[in-house]
Every structure is written in structure tokens, then in C-alpha cells.
């Protein structure tokens, strides 16, 4: 989840990338902060990483079907 995510963040040495409204949300208060993703230029690989259970919880299955599609653009 989410908010999973920024305990680990503020837990340590750890990084996420959420939507920014939840993000904005989230920091409050907390020792972490937003960095805002504003450059539409930037260009980096990444991967994706999914253990291989099934069925898939839907939000996972979409996220490896968009990946596949997007892979198979570049």
C-alpha cells in the first residue's frame, strides 16, 4: 500500500514514487519529503519486478499487461 511505502521511507534509506497529491498528503509532518517528478524530458529505464503467483491481484495484472505493452513500443 501507500502508506506502506512511506514507512519504509521514513524508516530509512529507502525511495517511492506515489502521486504527488498523496505524496503532498503523506510528507506532512513526517521526516521525509516530496521531490517533485516535473522534468518531461528525463528518460530512464526501469524494470519491473513481480513474483510469479497466480491469479494476480488485478492492480498487478494491469501493471504487467501496461508493461508489456509499453515494452513492446520502445
Do not use: C, Q
Amino acid at each position: 500500500s501507500s502508506v506502506a511505502l512511506v514507512a519504509f521511507v521514513e524508516a530509512g534509506e529507502w525511495a517511492s514514487i506515489v502521486p504527488r497529491a498523496l505524496a503532498d498528503m503523506l510528507a506532512g509532518g513526517r521526516k521525509i519529503r516530496a521531490i517533485p517528478i516535473d522534468d518531461p524530458t528525463a528518460n530512464h529505464m526501469v524494470g519491473l519486478i513481480a513474483a510469479v503467483r497466480e491469479p494476480y491481484t488485478p492492480l498487478l495484472a494491469a501493471l504487467i499487461e501496461a508493461a508489456g505493452r509499453y515494452s513492446a513500443k520502445a
